[in-house]
């Protein structure tokens, strides 16, 4: 019985206290609380991430015997396409600048950018994120695109604070980016993320030639996300008689889990 | 006040395992939930009160954090507290390492079923896509077995440091482990 009225106490006031929360933050009264405790939160967080980043990478990297040979072998299968990319590319002049301005893309572009360190990732398992140490006040909004090394493409901010951000990246299944391959006849279509696991990409048209291989970049067909960043390379690709369209396989450049630098992109439209 | 700070601190660190570390333990050892397993640890050895206090601060900090709406990782935490508790309470006599460990597994269990059904609600609504929530059922699964086994391993561990640092624990729990 006084279990009864001692839960029922307590229960009572964990949903007054939610309430309460929920009053203050929509209402946005919470909010000089919510921003000063991230910015405490940021530093040390930040700190740890690094840390971790680097012992992992260096302790922490089990890896079996076979699964070092299959990566020996992709290695190498990688080595001989890129070798062959690459005399290709340099045979040809207008390649050979758009090889240029993937290796310098953002200040051949001369967009304007933030550099942010990855602090964190999420905990919500339903989305594949990573947080960001800049947020509103650094000029980061919803919608930006998020760059790794060399103009690669993570993905785009999904949400903002004050001081910091959450990146949705392409890996993830809600997200959407709309791409074109680098081929002849610059197909475009849209990669969508696979539970965390790979990328594809979608909407292709039957009648496209498609070739493993072949680099897959953004459109420049949304209003944030400038044409020319590298998404990643074709791995396989889908292809039924019977369907619409064809589907291809895209394996980003990126390890995700390894990145703590990044540029977002601060770019509309209007800015090219 | 040395209290107060004794907890920040706890708080603290619990964040940065859970944000930091975790993510690059290697394979499925990256599902561990280090707040959930603390949390309930905190609810069921030391006073439930200070638990559900645990598990709105660490809530709130991790909502402010997350894509999630605000409220889904708070109130996920706290249904899932209220309802270890509540079993505790009504269907277990004993208080032991495998009580702990079973109560560790339903936490798990219940909190990775509430975020489904939040992951499902938010999936659906941006694919309308039915066909995708049998993939992410059968995705969520996986990880959440994996979720369920290294949570357990981390309460044993968490029992274990506790049983040989504080006579207080010794007091509350019933050995059952020799």
């Given amino acids: 019985m006084l279990f009864i009225r001692k839960s029922s106490k307590m229960i009572f006031l964990t949903v007054v206290t939610i309430f309460l929360l929920f009053f203050l933050h929509y209402t946005k009264i919470l909010r000089p609380v919510e921003n000063a405790v991230i910015a405490i939160t940021r530093p040390v967080i930040g700190s740890v991430y690094r840390v971790s980043n680097a012992v992992g990478e260096n302790y922490l990297s089990f890896k079996s015997k076979t699964e070092l040979i299959r990566q020996n072998k992709d290695l190498k299968d990688q080595l001989t396409i890129l070798l062959n990319e690459k005399s290709k590319w340099l045979s040809e002049e207008e390649e050979n600048k758009f090889l240029r301005e993937q290796l310098n893309f953002v200040q051949d572009h001369e967009y304007d950018y933030m550099v942010a360190s990855v602090i964190g990732r999420g905990i919500d398992y339903s989305q594949n994120t990573l947080i960001l140490d800049k947020g509103t006040k650094h000029g980061l909004e919803v919608g930006m695109p998020v760059l790794a090394d060399k103009g690669t493409m993570m993905g785009k901010i999904i949400k903002t604070n004050k001081s910091s951000s959450v990146v949705l990246l392409i890996n993830d299944d809600l997200s959407k980016v709309a791409v074109k391959i680098q081929n002849q006849s610059k197909t475009i279509g849209i990669i969508e993320g696979e539970f965390g696991l790979g990328i594809k990409m979608r909407l292709i048209p039957q009648t496209e030639m498609i070739t493993e291989s072949d680099i897959v970049v953004t459109s420049g067909l949304e209003r944030q996300v400038p044409g020319g960043l590298i998404v990643g390379q074709i791995k396989s690709i889908d292809k039924e008689p019977e369907e619409l369209f064809q589907e291809a396989s895209i394996e980003s450049l990126l390890d995700f889990n390894k990145v703590t630098l990044v540029n977002v992109i601060r770019y509309t439209e209007d800015n090219d | 006040m040395i209290s107060l700070i004794k907890h920040i ?170």
């Avoid at chain 2, 709406?69 to 277990?92: A, D, E, Q, S, W």
């Avoid at chain 2, 049983?163 to 010794?170: L, M």
């Fill in chain 2, 9 to 178: 601190l706890v708080l603290f660190v619990l964040l940065s395992l859970q944000l930091a570390v975790v993510p690059f333990l290697p394979g499925e050892m990256s599902s561990l939930n280090v707040i959930l397993v603390v949390t309930v640890f905190v609810c069921l050895v030391y006073r439930f009160s200070l638990g559900i206090a645990y598990a709105i601060f660490l809530g709130v900090v991790l909502d402010l954090l997350s894509a999630a709406h605000f409220g889904v990782v708070m109130i996920t935490l706290l249904m899932t507290l209220y309802v270890v508790y509540l079993i505790f309470n009504h269907l277990l006599t004993n208080k032991s390492v495998y009580t702990l460990i079973g109560l560790t597994i339903i936490a798990s269990f219940v909190y990775n079923i509430i975020f489904f059904i939040y992951k499902a609600m938010m999936y659906f609504l941006a694919t309308k896509d039915v066909q995708i929530l049998k993939q992410v059922m059968s995705f969520g699964f996986n990880d959440m077995l994996w979720q369920i086994l290294f949570n357990s391993l981390l309460v044993i561990i968490l029992f274990i440091v506790s049983h040989a640092s504080s006579q207080r624990f010794k007091a509350v729990f019933i050995d059952t482990t020799r």
